[in-house]
């Protein structure tokens, strides 16, 4: 398993932006899909995006258009790109990488917090 280390949160304003990004260790990243995953008080963790290994993308409805996964092999890295932050996007944040069907890697989480 890569070991996943995120970044890139913090308090910002309704409207707002943010990177995230998550650093993996290993040899076999590419071969991973990677997604973001945030649990917000109280509420079960949803998976917010994915990015495969060939790139593909997905998205949950409610950050359609507002967030974008990407990825940069070369560095063994992930990002989330979060523009026009709404309060309901407040959560912690966290990066996993999967090559079979269950999210093996996680990393520690990271709080994103968008003030009305």
């Known amino acids: 398993q890569v070991q996943l280390v995120e970044s890139g949160g913090g308090l910002v304003q309704a409207g707002g932006s943010l990177r995230l990004s998550c650093a993996a260790s290993g040899r076999t990243f590419s071969t991973y899909t990677m997604g973001w995953f945030r649990q917000a008080p109280g509420k079960e963790r949803e998976l917010v995006a994915r990015?495969?290994?060939?790139?593909?993308?997905d998205y949950v409805d409610s950050v359609k258009g507002r967030f974008t996964i990407s990825r940069d092999n070369a560095k063994n890295t992930v990002y989330l790109q979060m523009d026009s932050l709404k309060p309901e996007d407040t959560a912690v944040y966290y990066c996993a990488g999967r090559r079979g069907p269950v999210w093996g890697s996680w990393g520690q989480g990271t709080q994103v917090t968008v003030s009305s």
């Open positions: 990015i495969s290994s060939g790139g593909s993308t």
